[in-house]
């Protein structure tokens, strides 16, 4: 059974950069699309980005300028950074995987709630 | 890109049939085959109901299907069961590769 767990500090000062990292469990990152979505407080759910097990990343156009995803093969993990976070980047980030030609994600981690105040 | 369309509510009895739309362009639900559909249980993680249109992931029931219409998906449930209540998010990917979620649909069974 796959599992995915995030991990990363749950407060981040504006200005500063946002960093998580996934963890997956019961199988390998190889051949799998890896993406992480969020979700504000009473709001829904926001796409912001993947990336393929080779590196190839796709992301949110509206956070294309502050986004990085990176995978490591060695530690079966991949991570997320988000520059410049303000308070509207506070939101509960979810990891999750998603199977080439399905378009859609079929394991996900528990989320992480990440705040964003000094 | 914006949001798909979603209808905010949409509610029904136990045993009845309900219909999600989600509302989209040509250049995302109606020109690409990746719409897929969401459960999601406040507090928890969302769970995958439907890939690429009409498939349905093992373990899914086959109470839930979807299909799609020109730049319109739709998620259907027969036999409504109070475990079904929940928000249903639909989801798309873009002629850019990039991926579009709806504005997610609250079901109420009555």
């Known amino acids: 059974q796959v599992q995915l767990q995030e991990s990363g500090p749950g407060l981040v000062k504006p200005s500063e950069t946002l960093s998580l990292t996934c963890t997956v469990s019961?199988?390998?990152?190889?051949?799998?699309?890896w993406s992480w979505i969020r979700q504000p407080a009473g709001k829904g759910l926001e796409w912001i980005g993947r990336?393929?097990?080779?590196?190839?990343?796709n992301y949110n156009p509206s956070l294309n300028s502050r986004v990085t995803m990176s995978v490591d093969t060695s530690t079966n993990q991949f991570s997320l950074n988000l520059r410049s976070v303000t308070a509207a980047d506070t939101a509960v980030y979810y990891c999750?995987?998603?199977?080439?030609?399905?378009?859609?994600?079929?394991?996900w981690g528990q989320g992480a709630l990440v705040t964003v105040s000094s | 890109q914006s949001a798909l369309t979603q209808p905010a509510s949409v509610s029904g009895s136990p045993g009845q049939s309900i219909t999600i739309s989600c509302t989209g362009t040509?250049?995302?639900?109606?020109?690409?085959?990746?719409v897929s559909w969401y459960q999601h249980h406040p507090g928890k993680a969302p769970k995958l109901m439907i890939y690429?249109?009409?498939n349905r992931p093992s373990g899914v029931p086959d109470r839930f299907s979807g299909s799609k219409s020109g730049n319109t998906a739709s998620l259907t449930i027969s036999g409504l069961q109070a475990e079904d209540e929940a928000d249903y998010y639909c989801?798309?990917?873009?002629?850019?590769?990039?991926?579009?979620f709806g504005g997610g649909t609250k079901l109420t069974v009555l």
């Open positions: 999750a995987r998603e199977p080439p030609h399905w378009g859609g994600s079929d394991y």
């Open positions: 019961g199988g390998s990152v190889n051949n799998n699309f």
């Open positions: 990336v393929y097990y080779t590196g190839s990343t």
């Open positions: 040509s250049s995302d639900v109606g020109g690409r085959n990746f």
């Open positions: 690429a249109v009409t």
């Open positions: 989801s798309s990917y873009t002629h850019s590769d990039t991926k579009i």
